[in-house]
Structure formats: structure tokens, C-alpha cells
């Protein structure tokens, strides 16, 4: 046994490596199986763990106990019509397990998170379906990042697991031919998975660094995959940039600092060049992507030596380049932002003022966030705290919250 707080160490544990185990044990029992096998893990070692103290590799203690699980449950329900068609799924070759080890956990990641994408799946289902099963998000904050109630998103996950199976979906990285029918929807799922890790969509901390670092890698081994992709190397390029700054988002107790704000001498010189190599990849394979687009304007802002020297001009043009090839109301509200920081932030509050008939904004802490510090900018303080309340009710990270508490005391 470790010297680990058995306490701490679980919860790290669950954070971080929930998904990672749920995607090494469906490849051979199903979604629903491989879940309950993992949870009821967790369950043991909340049991165990507070007085045996905890293992020196939790994750392969929770991988052993939850394969125990499964494979009891699956001596259970042996001779049942549905445990046969699982089997018929996974394949007979796979039904053993004595070859399930923590070094597969990489693997299954990749070819859990194109099966989530497979072109039978809805792509509304697709992304919610990596966020749940890839990011360890419960269901709960899968329905709220996706704006929805939590009994429409439970209803959706389970359709696309149904469909997975009813389609009998192989658990695998498809071969090269069949890449590109699903390298959008992969990328989009990634992306997702790494936003979750930017700013946490609930919770006391801002950040995940755990969960952007994990899709980092898959952009990476996507990449990777597809040598000659536009797509892929500018998504690349777009999480290094940004990820660069992840050490200067906060303070030392763990306080949000914005971008103004933020030491420069922290972020990651090393990131932000691999970061810049991968755009310049991406521009020389193809007409300019839509990440390599939002690329080059975290580029910008990486690359400038203070807030105030930042090319904002240069960042409202491409701006409008993004709009033109994605069009997006979150687009949109981002533009409006870079044009105050050229026209000054009245401009900016007529801009964004357009943009709350938008369904897909009304209620995102975004949208009332940047209003609010527009309208701060602006000297207009009484309509600045209104802005803030609103956003901090629509906020659900802590850290956040506390960020706009802050600011929004300031006004007085």
C-alpha cells in the first residue's frame, strides 16, 4: 500500500480515469455492463480504501475489481437471449479477458471515440455520447452543456448506445478509406471533450487540465491517423495555443485571471511553437480551415507581449473570415468582443445586443458575461450589474462565479 490519502487518491481517481476504464471494459461487455462494472469498483474502494489505505496504482486496482464484476455478471446472465446478442457483438474472440491490462487504456480511448462518432449515429448523439463515456461527465452536466433536461439527454445516450449495438458497430479504429466520412465529427467530439477541460462545465475549479490533456493526445493521434488532413492539424494547432496558456488562467488558489491579465512569462514557449508549426502545417495542406482559422487568432494572442499590443484588428478580420466559413451565434459574440477592443466597447454592446434573440445564447453565461464587461468598459455600471447577476446565475463553475462576484463588486 501507498502513502496516498485514500480519500484524495479515489476521488483523482474518479475524475480522471472513469472514462478511461468504462472505455477499456465496453470493448468486450456493452455500455451498460461496463459502466456498472466500473461503478461498482468505485463503490468497493470507497468501501475498502478508507481503511486498508489506498493501492499503489489505483487505476489498476479499480480495472481488477471492476473486470471481477463484470465477468460475474456475465456468468450470470450466461444462457439470457441479451447477454448472447452483447457477445455477438464484441466478437467471440474478445469474450476472454485475461488480456485486459492498464496499458490498453490508450487504444480504447481512440477506438471508443470513433465508434461514438460512426456515421449511424445521429451527430447530436455523437458528441453527448463522447462527453458522457470519454470525459466522465455524469448525464446531469452532459444535458446542461448541451442546454437540454436531463431526462431528453438520458433518452438520447440511450438511443445511441441502443443504435450501437442494434447496429452491431465494430469497436475499432476504421481502416484509412473510411476515415474521412468521419474525421468532422471525431474532431468535433474532440474539441468538445477539450472545452470541457478549458472551463469545467460545473465545479469548483476552473479548468480540468486532466481532461484538456487527454484531447490533446487524441487530437494528436488523430493527427496522426491523417497525415495529409487540413482539418486535423489545424484542430491540433487550435488545442496547443491554447492549452499553452492553461498555467496562467489562474492564480495560486486557483482564482480565474482573464486574459488581460495573465503573466505571459507562464505560458508554455514550447506548446505555443508546436502550436505555430502545426498551423503552418495546416495552411500549406489545404484553403484555410475553420480551426486553423481560430488558430491563428489564439496565435495572435499568444504572440503578443501585453493585452494592450494585441493586434485586435487583425483578430476582428479573421473574425469575419470564421464567421464567412462557420457561422456560429458564439462566432459572432466573440467578433463583437474583438471589434470593442478596436472601436471601443459601445460598439461592442450594439453588436452583441443583436445577438440575444439568438435561441442558442439566451441563456448562455457567455452572452451575458461579455455584456456585462462591455457595459462595464462602457461606464454604464448600473446596466453592467444587471448583466452580471445574469451571468452569474447561468454560470455553474465556481470558480467563475466567483471571478464575476468579483468584478461585478467592483462596480460598486
Known amino acids: ?6 480519500t484524495v487518491a479515489l476521488a483523482s481517481v474518479v475524475r480522471s480515469e472513469r ?22 469498483a468505485i463503490e468497493a474502494a470507497l468501501a475498502r480504501w478508507p481503511t486498508e489505505g489506498a493501492p499503489a496504482s489505483p487505476r489498476a486496482w479499480l480495472l481488477a475489481v471492476a473486470r471481477r464484476r463484470a465477468v460475474d455478471r ?15 457483438v464484441v466478437g467471440p474472440e474478445e469474450a476472454a479477458d485475461d488480456d485486459l491490462d492498464a496499458a490498453d487504456l490508450p487504444d480504447d480511448r481512440l477506438r471508443m471515440l470513433f465508434t461514438c462518432c460512426h456515421p449511424a449515429i445521429a451527430r447530436e448523439a455523437q458528441v453527448a455520447l463522447a462527453l458522457r463515456w470519454l470525459s466522465g461527465l455524469s448525464t446531469e452536466d452532459v444535458a446542461r452543456a448541451f ?43 474532440v474539441y468538445a471533450i477539450f ?5 469545467a462545465t460545473a465545479g469548483d475549479e476552473l479548468q480540468r487540465v486532466d481532461l484538456a490533456d487527454e484531447a490533446l493526445r487524441l487530437a494528436e493521434l488523430v493527427a496522426a491517423l491523417l497525415p495529409e488532413s487540413a482539418e486535423a492539424k489545424g484542430m491540433l494547432a487550435l488545442l496547443l ?40 502545417e495546416a495552411l500549406a495542406a489545404g484553403p484555410p480551415t475553420a480551426y486553423a482559422i481560430e488558430a491563428a487568432i489564439q496565435a495572435l494572442h499568444d504572440d503578443a507581449p ?29 467578433q463583437a468582443v474583438a471589434r470593442s477592443m478596436v472601436e471601443g466597447p459601445e460598439a461592442g454592446v450594439a453588436e452583441i445586443a443583436a445577438l440575444t434573440a439568438e435561441p442558442a445564447l439566451a441563456e448562455h453565461p457567455a452572452l451575458h458575461a461579455a455584456t456585462a464587461d462591455l457595459l462595464r468598459r462602457a461606464g454604464r455600471a448600473a446596466e453592467a450589474r444587471d448583466a452580471y447577476d445574469r451571468a452569474i446565475a447561468a454560470t455553474k463553475n465556481e470558480a467563475e462565479r466567483r471571478f464575476l462576484k468579483k468584478r461585478r463588486s467592483s462596480l460598486g
Not at 79 to 88: G, H, I, Q, S
Not at 148 to 172: D, G, H
Request: proline share 5%.
Open 74 to 88: 456475465v456468468r450470470q446472465r450466461a444462457r439470457t437471449d441479451a447477454l448472447r446478442d452483447t457477445l455477438a
Open 147 to 189: 442546454c437540454v433536461p436531463v431526462p431528453t439527454m438520458a433518452q438520447r445516450l440511450t438511443r445511441a448506445k441502443s443504435k450501437i449495438e442494434a447496429a452491431r458497430i465494430p469497436y475499432e479504429v476504421p481502416e484509412a478509406s473510411e476515415l474521412a466520412a468521419r474525421v468532422s465529427s471525431v474532431l468535433e467530439v
Open 241 to 280: 495555443l491554447i492549452h499553452a496558456r492553461r498555467a496562467a488562467r489562474v492564480d495560486a488558489s486557483g482564482e480565474l485571471v482573464p486574459l488581460e491579465d495573465q503573466d505571459r512569462s507562464r505560458f508554455d514557449a514550447a506548446a505555443v511553437a508546436r502550436g505555430k508549426a502545426s498551423l503552418a
Open 306 to 334: 501585453s493585452w494592450g499590443e494585441t493586434d485586435f484588428a487583425q483578430i476582428v478580420h479573421l473574425y469575419e473570415l470564421l464567421a464567412a466559413r462557420a457561422p456560429s451565434p458564439i462566432v459572432r459574440l466573440n
Open 19 to 40: 472514462g478511461r476504464l468504462v472505455a477499456t471494459l465496453v470493448r468486450r461487455y456493452g455500455f451498460d455492463l461496463a459502466e456498472e462494472a466500473v461503478d461498482a
Open 195 to 199: 472545452n470541457e477541460g478549458y472551463v
Open 1 to 6: 500500500m501507498g502513502e496516498v490519502d485514500p
